[in-house]
């Protein structure tokens, strides 16, 4: 991995032991058990001697995401790391063989957003549900007197207005009304699919896309922590969907 390699902030939790009590996990396992099977059958010069490391791989570990990136490519550069360490020679990374590393991350950053990105190897992958439904934590800066038609700093401005006059209490008043049990609109531009393509996509190759409905949200805390204009600083824990976008309207 070059210069956007992943940094990993916990250690992996090892499990020798692989878990065939899925019908998916039992057809990888049953895959790399038979093809280990037949490597030992196989001349020496022929023989794979990463198959067990990498069968061994299991577990939950965090890995800093930094702006770039998407968190599937992140997964591919870390799928890639795992499989060179294991042994595997990269001319053998052909999509079988990879398929033979089961990794999956709990929620997908943006590739503007840097932070925490829960990765699950071989049997924790079926712990990322958790993941997903669990409380999460976000820092977010904004700008005010701009619009974008992505609603982040990726988008092209389309509307800016003045905003000289409004105060912190202005937007901590605002801030009141994104708390507690709320309905969210995704939007547009997310990683929401449609067909099997995220919307935001679809949006900049001009396709129409509808909004689709509002889902339950449940925001345990958010404030203003800092308040220097043009920018200010959110700090926020929810439940529900992976982003919380607020629209803030002054006038």
């Known amino acids: ?53 990498l069968m061994s791989l299991s577990g939950v570990f965090a890995v800093h995401k930094p702006k ?70 976000y820092i977010t800066i904004g700008e005010l007197g701009k619009a974008t038609d992505t609603l982040d700093s990726t988008g092209k401005v389309t509307e800016e207005k003045p905003y000289d006059k409004i105060t912190r209490e202005d937007i901590e008043g605002i801030l009141q009304k994104f708390t507690g049990n709320i309905m969210q609109v995704p939007p547009l531009y997310s990683a929401l699919k449609k067909d099997g393509q995220r919307l935001s996509t679809l949006m900049k190759k001009g396709k129409v896309v509808e909004a689709r409905p509002a889902r339950p949200v449940t925001v345990h805390s958010i404030s203003l922590l800092k308040f220097q204009p043009p920018f200010f600083t959110l700090g926020k824990r929810f439940d529900g969907l992976p982003c919380l976008c607020l629209c803030f309207v002054f006038g």
């Open 68 to 137: 770039g990136p998407t968190s599937a490519e992140l997964l591919n550069r870390l799928k890639e790391k795992l499989l060179a360490e294991a042994g595997m020679p990269s001319p053998e990374w052909n999509k079988r063989q990879k398929q033979t590393l089961k990794v999956g991350h709990g929620g997908t950053l943006d590739s503007a957003a840097q932070g925490v990105l829960v990765v699950g190897i071989g049997r924790g992958t079926k712990m990322l549900t958790s993941m997903l439904s669990g409380s999460k934590r």
């Open 1 to 53: 991995m070059a210069a956007a390699e992943a940094e990993v902030v916990s250690p992996l939790i090892v499990d020798t032991a692989p878990d065939t009590s899925g019908t998916a996990e039992a057809s990888v396992a049953a895959s790399v058990a038979e093809a280990a099977r037949t490597e030992s059958q196989a001349p020496a010069s022929k023989a794979r001697p990463w198959l067990p490391k």
